[in-house]
């Protein structure tokens, strides 16, 4: 683990005891400002007949509710734009992005600090010149991330999504040493480069890969790092917090980071889980100016709590392993299945669907199964339309769309069959 320079945390190192001390002493001051000044946190601690003095260690956050994503959605609806949950006068917001739901995310320094310290730690520095693939439209990760690596010093190439021959030759050109983004799409540029004739380890300067986003298979982990001389590094964030938790050089799990505190827990009580059990991430970013006090991530996880070799004392994600209620991450993008229900309901020449998620060639493949119950449709101006609507409501574009049968799907079939395997 590098200690040099000034964005090594020393709380990094702290002894169980004395993490502890520290995440309730920045909890308590988060919680009185947000008491004080976000409505949505003052009603939870009323609702649940508690005050911010109460919490005197961290275990005492599970007598607070959990606030789901379907929950903020609907606070935000009632009171727009933030769902009571921002601390300070809306001018002040540098920047407002758009998760979708929809769900609008005010950002802050507060991130900014923290995610310039996980890429620092992954190894990322002021020489290195990133391809940034993640989007820059509505969503955070794109400018957001950008923000944290013009901080710590290194030279951007904004790219976003899409363009694969185009950035393929950027990051010939440029030089490019780091990249961020999906594990998925850097497959496609390393597999493109190479159908133009690349050696690519011989020809590119890639050193570093921050992941993000998606699982990353140990297959497509080795294969970056021993075919292509590329360092893969994991993390795992949401758009509402960014980063949570990063992989050190034992790749041994994911650390959580310092400035957010991470629960592991029955999403039924709300309860902590023993490490190696599973149970949802759940998390409490310090943050005084959109402070979401217990957001339940949606994502399901095995921690440890054991020690690493790195010297790091944080709890680490071992993996995750699956989703609470009815979502699923297919390329990045989170797609619930009352989304895909809204947008087949939407056009009266269809009915029952399925949507399966398969992986191919280490990429995700959306294949979406639906009845057609007018069979004098016209299937082809009908498809045009639902992969437009589909991918306006949902984010991601559909692989294949099928038209099958009335009553060809079981009517107990789940809405999203996730075949993928992790090897």
Same mark, same amino acid.
Request: aromatic share 8%; glycine share 6%.
């Given at each position: 683990?590098?200690?040099?320079?000034?964005?090594?945390?020393?709380?990094?190192?702290?002894? #169980?005891?004395?993490?502890?001390?520290?995440?309730?002493?920045?909890?308590?001051?988060?919680?009185?400002? !947000?008491?004080?000044?976000?409505? !949505?946190?003052?009603?939870?601690?009323?609702?649940?007949?508690?005050?911010?003095?109460?919490?005197?260690?961290?275990?005492?956050?599970?007598?607070?509710?959990?606030?789901?994503?379907?929950?903020?959605?609907?606070?935000?609806?009632?009171?727009?734009?933030?769902?009571?949950?921002?601390?300070? &006068? #809306?001018?002040?917001?540098?920047?407002?992005?758009? *998760?979708?739901? #929809?769900?609008?995310?005010?950002?802050?320094?507060?991130?900014?600090?923290? *995610?310039?310290?996980?890429?620092?730690?992954?190894?990322?520095?002021?020489?290195?010149?990133?391809?940034?693939?993640?989007?820059?439209?509505?969503?955070?990760?794109?400018?957001?991330?950008?923000?944290? @690596?013009?901080?710590?010093?290194?030279?951007?190439?904004?790219?976003?999504?899409?363009? %694969?021959?185009?950035?393929?030759?950027?990051?010939?050109?440029?030089?490019?040493?780091?990249?961020?983004? %999906?594990?998925?799409?850097?497959?496609?540029?390393?597999?493109? !480069?190479?159908?133009?004739?690349?050696?690519?380890?011989?020809?590119?300067?890639?050193?570093?890969?921050?992941? *993000?986003?998606?699982?990353? +298979? #140990? *297959?497509?982990?080795? !294969?970056?790092?021993?075919?292509?001389?590329?360092?893969?590094?994991?993390?795992?964030?949401?758009?509402?917090?960014?980063?949570?938790?990063?992989?050190?050089?034992?790749?041994?799990?994911?650390?959580?980071?310092?400035?957010?505190?991470?629960?592991?827990?029955?999403?039924?009580?709300?309860?902590?889980?023993?490490? /190696?059990?599973?149970?949802?991430?759940?998390?409490?970013?310090?943050?005084?100016?959109?402070?979401?006090?217990?957001?339940? %991530?949606?994502?399901?996880?095995?921690?440890?709590?054991? +020690?690493? &070799?790195? /010297?790091?004392?944080? +709890?680490?994600?071992?993996?995750?392993?699956?989703?609470?209620?009815?979502?699923?991450?297919?390329?990045?993008?989170?797609?619930?299945?009352?989304?895909?229900?809204?947008?087949?309901?939407?056009?009266?020449? @269809?009915?029952?669907?399925?949507?399966?998620?398969?992986?191919?060639?280490?990429?995700?493949?959306?294949?979406?199964?639906?009845?057609?119950?007018?069979?004098?449709?016209?299937?082809?101006?009908?498809?045009?339309?639902?992969?437009?609507?589909?991918?306006?409501?949902?984010?991601?574009?559909?692989?294949?769309?099928?038209?099958?049968?009335?009553?060809?799907? +079981?009517?107990?079939?789940?809405?999203?069959?996730?075949?993928?395997?992790?090897?």
């Amino acid at each position: 683990m590098a200690k040099e320079g000034k964005f090594f945390d020393d709380k990094e190192t702290l002894p #169980p005891e004395e993490r502890e001390k520290y995440l309730v002493t920045r909890l308590r001051e988060v919680l009185k400002h !947000a008491y004080d000044h976000a409505p !949505a946190v003052k009603a939870k601690f009323d609702n649940a007949g508690l005050k911010p003095s109460d919490i005197q260690s961290t275990k005492d956050m599970e007598r607070l509710p959990i606030t789901s994503k379907d929950e903020l959605k609907e606070l935000q609806k009632k009171d727009p734009p933030f769902g009571g949950f921002l601390a300070i &006068p #809306p001018g002040d917001v540098v920047r407002i992005y758009m *998760s979708p739901g #929809p769900v609008y995310e005010p950002r802050t320094k507060n991130i900014l600090d923290r *995610s310039v310290r996980s890429l620092y730690a992954a190894g990322f520095r002021k020489n290195d010149i990133v391809l940034n693939s993640f989007s820059y439209h509505l969503v955070p990760a794109g400018l957001a991330i950008d923000d944290a @690596l013009v901080e710590l010093g290194a030279t951007v190439m904004p790219a976003g999504i899409g363009n %694969t021959d185009l950035q393929v030759q950027i990051m010939k050109d440029l030089k490019v040493t780091a990249y961020f983004g %999906t594990p998925s799409f850097l497959w496609t540029l390393i597999k493109r !480069a190479e159908e133009q004739g690349y050696n690519f380890r011989r020809d590119f300067s890639l050193r570093i890969a921050f992941l *993000s986003a998606e699982m990353v +298979p #140990p *297959s497509m982990k080795k !294969a970056f790092k021993e075919d292509y001389g590329i360092e893969p590094v994991e993390s795992y964030g949401t758009a509402d917090v960014m980063t949570v938790a990063t992989e050190c050089e034992q790749k041994q799990g994911l650390h959580f980071m310092d400035e957010i505190l991470v629960e592991v827990v029955d999403p039924n009580t709300g309860k902590a889980v023993a490490p /190696g059990e599973i149970g949802e991430i759940v998390v409490t970013p310090f943050c005084d100016i959109y402070p979401l006090v217990r957001f339940g %991530t949606g994502d399901l996880a095995i921690y440890t709590d054991e +020690p690493c &070799p790195c /010297g790091r004392t944080s +709890p680490r994600i071992m993996r995750i392993v699956g989703r609470v209620g009815d979502s699923v991450k297919v390329r990045g993008m989170f797609v619930h299945g009352r989304q895909v229900g809204e947008v087949v309901s939407s056009f009266p020449e @269809l009915g029952n669907f399925q949507a399966i998620i398969e992986r191919f060639e280490q990429r995700d493949h959306l294949t979406i199964n639906v009845e057609l119950v007018d069979e004098k449709a016209d299937k082809a101006k009908l498809l045009d339309a639902f992969n437009k609507s589909f991918q306006d409501k949902c984010r991601v574009r559909a692989d294949r769309v099928e038209f099958v049968a009335k009553g060809s799907i +079981p009517a107990d079939a789940k809405k999203l069959d996730d075949r993928r395997t992790w090897d």
